[in-house]
């Protein structure tokens, strides 16, 4: 019964996640690259950099009609050989850093790249308390019973 | 610190913890009010007006130079934004007090266009016209409408996404206006 329930849940999933691929598909124009090499840079880049006019869509999900230039642009730019670099700096001067799905460690968005990191070392001073600090604790009580006698 | 030390201590972390997050989160909700918007429109601030050569509606090629000499209102408009309708009446009393105003026609074709010029008169100096959006592009425009502020040496002094009304003009956009030189008959 349970391995029914669960196959067919998996066939649902299955199914559900070919639908959700299609979707993702139908979103955006089929350009021609000159090499595969092309094609990845510009799925990355499309990945990458927002749409200026939504507040949380990259270029490859969007079907704004300016990202749909955005996408044309990007893909002249790789076919004439710009770099991902300049791409992103030709980009960044229209629309500024909001383009930008990676801020630039600076200003207020250094936070952003600062409070993870501030937050991992606590999780793992407090991990390493847990771990080697509670081994301890019965030598720290035997001191404290110690001073009481 | 021994233990019961330390575990009173521990107490208020969470606390601790809640308060530093709510500074956090509440900063930067206040600061996303602006910021984003910011952002967007900051890019092309002080920078020369991007050089193109485009044919107009008038059928006459117009190019970036023409924006010098005076401070001008570049607005992006189409036939196809319901906000460009919605700004047109502010826009005209700009026009009567003397504000020149420059049309850069967006995605649009120029059949629409004049249509739509026909039916809420043509209040501007002339109409770039931007079939393909490239234009668009390098001023970063990524909707219609959008009004810059383009000084006597064809420098993008300000930028505005949306519409422009009373509101907006005496907020901020006259006081640049008036800033680099502008015009307005009293």
Redesign the interface.
């Given at each position: 019964m349970n391995r029914v329930l669960c196959r067919s849940f998996l066939l649902g999933f299955a199914a559900s996640a070919l639908l959700v691929s299609g979707l993702v598909f139908a979103i955006g124009e089929i350009y021609d690259f000159s090499s595969p090499e092309l094609q990845e840079r510009y799925a990355e880049l499309t990945q990458e950099l927002r749409c200026?006019?939504c507040?949380n869509q990259n270029l490859a999900d969007s079907d704004s009609?300016?990202s749909s230039?955005?996408r044309r642009?990007i893909y002249l730019m790789l076919e004439e050989g710009q770099t991902d670099q300049q791409i992103k700096d030709f980009l960044?001067?229209?629309?500024?850093?909001?383009v930008l799905y990676n801020p630039p460690a600076s200003g207020?968005t250094l936070?952003v790249w600062l409070?993870p990191v501030f937050f991992a070392l606590i999780g793992i001073l407090l991990v390493w308390r847990v771990l080697f600090q509670a081994s301890k604790?019965p030598m720290?009580l035997q001191e404290?019973e110690e001073d009481l006698l | 610190m021994t233990p019961e030390a330390s575990k009173k201590f521990l107490v208020f972390a969470p606390l601790a913890v809640f308060i530093l997050l709510s500074v956090f989160f509440f900063g930067a909700l206040k600061l996303r009010e602006t910021r984003a918007v910011d952002e967007l429109t900051s890019a092309l601030i002080n920078r020369p007006f991007p050089e193109f050569r485009l044919q107009g509606l008038d059928q006459v090629l117009h190019d970036q130079t023409e924006l010098q000499g005076q401070v001008t209102l570049v607005n992006v408009w189409a036939s196809w934004c319901p906000s460009c309708r919605y700004e047109h009446p502010f826009l005209s009393e700009l026009v009567e007090a003397g504000v020149p105003l420059v049309g850069l026609n967006y995605k649009d074709t120029p059949d629409e266009a004049l249509a739509w010029l026909d039916f809420f008169g043509d209040i501007y100096d002339y109409h770039i016209q931007d079939r393909d959006g490239r234009l668009g592009l390098d001023l970063g425009v990524y909707g219609a409408p959008e009004t810059f502020i383009v000084d006597s040496q064809g420098v993008i002094r300000y930028k505005r996404v949306g519409v422009v009304d009373e509101r907006v003009w005496e907020g901020e956009m006259k006081d640049v206006y008036l800033q680099y030189g502008g015009h307005i008959d009293e």
């Amino acid at each position: 019964m349970n391995r029914v329930l669960c196959r067919s849940f998996l066939l649902g999933f299955a199914a559900s996640a070919l639908l959700v691929s299609g979707l993702v598909f139908a979103i955006g124009e089929i350009y021609d690259f000159s090499s595969p090499e092309l094609q990845e840079r510009y799925a990355e880049l499309t990945q990458e950099l927002r749409c200026p006019k939504c507040q949380n869509q990259n270029l490859a999900d969007s079907d704004s009609e300016i990202s749909s230039d955005l996408r044309r642009e990007i893909y002249l730019m790789l076919e004439e050989g710009q770099t991902d670099q300049q791409i992103k700096d030709f980009l960044v001067a229209r629309y500024g850093t909001f383009v930008l799905y990676n801020p630039p460690a600076s200003g207020v968005t250094l936070w952003v790249w600062l409070v993870p990191v501030f937050f991992a070392l606590i999780g793992i001073l407090l991990v390493w308390r847990v771990l080697f600090q509670a081994s301890k604790r019965p030598m720290d009580l035997q001191e404290g019973e110690e001073d009481l006698l | 610190m021994t233990p019961e030390a330390s575990k009173k201590f521990l107490v208020f972390a969470p606390l601790a913890v809640f308060i530093l997050l709510s500074v956090f989160f509440f900063g930067a909700l206040k600061l996303r009010e602006t910021r984003a918007v910011d952002e967007l429109t900051s890019a092309l601030i002080n920078r020369p007006f991007p050089e193109f050569r485009l044919q107009g509606l008038d059928q006459v090629l117009h190019d970036q130079t023409e924006l010098q000499g005076q401070v001008t209102l570049v607005n992006v408009w189409a036939s196809w934004c319901p906000s460009c309708r919605y700004e047109h009446p502010f826009l005209s009393e700009l026009v009567e007090a003397g504000v020149p105003l420059v049309g850069l026609n967006y995605k649009d074709t120029p059949d629409e266009a004049l249509a739509w010029l026909d039916f809420f008169g043509d209040i501007y100096d002339y109409h770039i016209q931007d079939r393909d959006g490239r234009l668009g592009l390098d001023l970063g425009v990524y909707g219609a409408p959008e009004t810059f502020i383009v000084d006597s040496q064809g420098v993008i002094r300000y930028k505005r996404v949306g519409v422009v009304d009373e509101r907006v003009w005496e907020g901020e956009m006259k006081d640049v206006y008036l800033q680099y030189g502008g015009h307005i008959d009293e």
